[in-house]
């Protein structure tokens, strides 16, 4: 399905290093690519009246900032070659026409009306990074806040990934259980769409929609999907559906490794390190960032040649105040539509906290030697890679721990 999928793409090599115009439809948000430069990715390509396969990578003006999810876009330049999973790209293009289509995405619709009520009352760039938090939004997020979290090691925690969908996913279940079985299951699923329609079908939201629907359908049942049947089942629809994925998308490879490193990494430590002692609030979290983390790192060091040193510490003094960050940035953005006179109330703590948040990225990513250069070559990611395994099996023994008691949804 992939070589076949690779084929295909072979169709643009005719136009490469030529000036062509290009139409395409924008898939996910655009992001902030320089001071007055927009990235966006286009699918349901067509170059010069023909249809082509694949997603096309372009960088426009500051006429980008006025794109969204779905737009039909026209755009001139010179088509180079693509990298990971692109087909094509395109620098600098000229944006020719946009579309918007009638009555277009409902969901993105809502998605923007309730960010701009957290707008109203919440100051920027605090009011961005908090919709980044519980939505994954993060093309309205100033450069210098994006480097800096980029430099903590904190940019996943405003990419639309499975961890802002799982707080939201178990918060429900443990609400709605002590009721009824079957609305925490009916709640769980209708949040998992909702929130999947929102952000987009992005490969770490594919991926996280799919884990955790199938975890909560499991759950509702009485039964527990093993984690590595769970992973390997994952990761084959969606490369199903996109078989490029597999064949250079980095956003998809570091999604599923940081779930390994949550779901087969974590329990075998704590399981090593606890035995059935109850684990502390903030071991675990220590435990499931540093599994995430290492599992995560072979891949970072490869592709991107940095580390950031700070990133423990950085997830440490964040996550913990990340599902209270959200639940006061929904409630600001809710109160913003029932009662607006209330809503300056809430958004005032909502502000105060994402100050404080602001402050701990700001200093992690200032302290010296936060991030440093490390590139490896790809026979020392697998020699990585098989050490972790090694002690993952060596640790899983001595504890005599099984996997299949790990839930996605616990």
């Known amino acids: 399905r992939g070589s076949a999928d690779q084929v295909l793409l072979a169709y643009y090599a005719p136009y490469v290093n030529k000036t062509i115009t290009l139409q395409g439809t924008v898939d996910g948000d655009t992001s902030l690519a320089g001071s007055d430069t927009y990235a966006l990715q286009v699918t349901k390509v067509h170059i010069d009246g023909r249809s082509q396969l ?18 039909v876009v026209t755009v001139r330049g010179v088509l180079l070659a693509g990298f990971g999973s692109f087909a094509g790209s395109m620098y600098r293009a000229t944006l020719v026409s946009a ?12 998605r923007d009306s309730f960010a701009h009520k957290v707008r109203q009352v919440v100051d920027e760039p605090q009011a961005s990074l908090g919709i980044g938090f519980l939505l994954g939004q993060k093309s ?23 961890y802002n ?25 209708g949040l998992i769409v909702g929130f999947v329609a929102m952000t987009g079908m992005t490969p770490s939201m594919t991926r996280a929609g799919l884990v955790a629907a199938l975890g909560i359908a499991a759950w509702y049942v009485g039964r527990k999907f093993h984690p590595v049947t769970l992973l390997l089942f994952a990761a084959a629809v969606t490369v199903m559906f996109q078989p490029s994925n597999v064949w250079g998308n980095i956003g998809w490879m570091l999604s599923f490794a940081a ?25 675990q979290l220590l435990i499931e960032t540093v599994s995430a983390q290492l599992v995560t790192l072979p ?11 700070i990133s423990l510490l950085a997830n440490l003094l964040i996550l913990p105040l990340i599902p209270f960050t959200m ?22 703590l909502t502000q105060v906290i994402l100050d404080i ?27 990585l890679y098989v050490t972790i395994v090694g002690l993952c099996l060596y640790m899983k023994r001595r504890a005599r721990y099984s996997l299949r008691l790990a839930s996605v949804v616990d």
């Open 54 to 71: 694949g997603e096309v990578y372009l960088t426009v003006g500051s006429a980008g900032a006025q794109l969204r999810r779905s737009d």
């Open 99 to 110: 579309q918007r289509p009638v009555p277009g995405n409902v969901a993105l619709e809502v």
């Open 140 to 162: 309205a997020l100033p450069s210098d806040l994006m480097l800096a979290l980029q430099v903590a090691g904190l940019t996943h925690i405003v990419v639309a990934s499975g």
């Open 165 to 189: 969908l799982m707080i939201l996913v178990r918060l429900a279940r443990r609400i709605f259980a002590k009721t009824s079985r079957y609305l925490a299951t009916v709640v769980s699923g």
């Open 259 to 283: 779930f390994a490193g949550v779901m087969l990494v974590a329990p075998i430590l704590t399981a090593y390190f606890f035995g059935k002692e109850k684990v502390p609030p903030i071991a």
């Open 299 to 309: 891949i970072i060091a490869s592709v991107f040649g940095t580390v950031s040193i």
């Open 327 to 348: 639940l006061l940035v929904f409630i600001t953005g809710l109160i913003g539509f029932v009662a607006p006179i209330l809503q300056p109330i809430v958004g005032w």
């Open 357 to 383: 948040i602001v402050h701990i990225i700001e200093w992690c990513a200032s302290l010296p030697g936060s991030q440093v250069e490390w590139r490896v070559a790809p026979i020392i990611v697998i020699v």
